[in-house]
């Protein structure tokens, strides 16, 4: 069991739990029971996720079967439930809630993470009317969608290789003394679709890759052509180095910085990958206008 002292009082860990079938929306409804019931960090998924970042673990939406899959939510890798588990201590967290399917799956994840007994169950239909679970399965029957309660941008940084979309969730106030601000009410989430769902897995090569950023490139007002692309994978994504002929009498630190945003909102809203970098090599410089193909 965990305690942490404060000013000289002993207090206990609290640990809740977020109980529903899959699919019945529970990530989707996550940031709001923890808003809800004070919950200071999510569990979900294989993924610790604290104040709407993702800041430890491994998603079980990377793996390439359900099996995997389920090993990942449960922390079965001793070096990923060790990483929760320093994570946790280190945030001197005093609150807990944990997503899972049953009250038995919620209580293994506890053990795994050496969390103290949980304290109370929550279930999706206390959240959620028939309609909207039904709605819910449907969804994920259909379309093989699943939520994590984080924004796109750090989702893309765990699952890179994943197509992500934002979805927008409105969090009340709990009280008229919290700030009224739309933008505190307000949290993003994203939407993916794993590769062990019936979909398969989904390849860009290289050359695709290429491809866009050189057309992308190529599109900025100010660039006379491209010469060359590489690209290169790291542990959040992709990144990308370019080498440009400019065209002359242009400011080149503000092209420059123009092409970078175009080639990586382009690719990543083309692909769903995360771009991290965008590096760009000025090779040479053109007079004259450029020739537009046809």
């Known amino acids: 069991m965990w305690n942490t002292t404060l000013l000289g009082r002993v207090v206990l860990l609290k640990v809740f739990s977020f109980i529903g079938p899959s699919g019945t929306g529970k990530s989707h409804r996550a940031n709001f029971v923890a808003h809800k019931i004070g919950a200071e960090v999510i569990v979900d ?3 610790l996720i604290k104040d709407n970042r993702i800041i430890a673990g491994i998603s079980s939406k990377i793996q390439s079967t359900r099996i995997g899959a389920i090993k990942t939510a449960l922390f079965m890798s001793d070096e990923q439930a060790e990483q929760v588990k320093k994570k946790i201590k280190f945030l001197n967290v005093k609150s807990v809630l944990i997503l899972s399917t049953s009250n038995g799956m919620a209580k293994k994840i506890a053990s795994r993470l050496d969390l103290d007994p949980i304290v109370e169950f929550l279930y999706i239909e ?3 009317s028939i309609k909207e679970i039904r709605k819910a399965r449907s969804i994920r029957s259909q379309y093989s969608k699943h939520v994590i309660p984080a924004p796109t941008m750090e989702v893309k940084k765990s ?8 979805l927008q969730v ?3 106030r709990k009280s008229k003394l919290e700030k009224s601000d739309s933008q505190h009410n307000w949290l993003e989430q994203s ?4 590769t062990f769902t019936y979909y398969g897995k989904l390849t860009i090569s290289q050359h695709a890759l290429s491809s866009i950023s050189k057309i992308s490139a190529e599109q900025v007002k100010g660039v006379y052509c491209t010469k060359g692309i ?3 994978r790291v542990a959040d994504g992709i990144n990308i180095y370019l080498n440009l002929v400019l065209q002359h009498g242009l400011k080149m630190d503000c092209l420059c910085k123009n092409v970078q945003t175009v080639v990586k909102e382009q690719l ?7 771009v991290a970098q965008v590096n760009i090599f000025i ?3 053109r007079t004259g206008k450029k020739v537009e193909k046809r």
Request: overall charge negative.
């Open 45 to 47: 998924d294989g993924l």
């Open 126 to 128: 206390d959240f959620a």
């Open 159 to 166: 699952l890179p290789e994943t197509l992500v979309d934002p």
């Open 170 to 172: 409105f969090l009340r």
């Open 191 to 194: 939407v993916v679709r794993p």
């Open 230 to 232: 590489h690209l290169k």
């Open 268 to 274: 990543e809203n083309m692909t769903g990958l995360y």
């Open 283 to 285: 090779i040479g410089v």
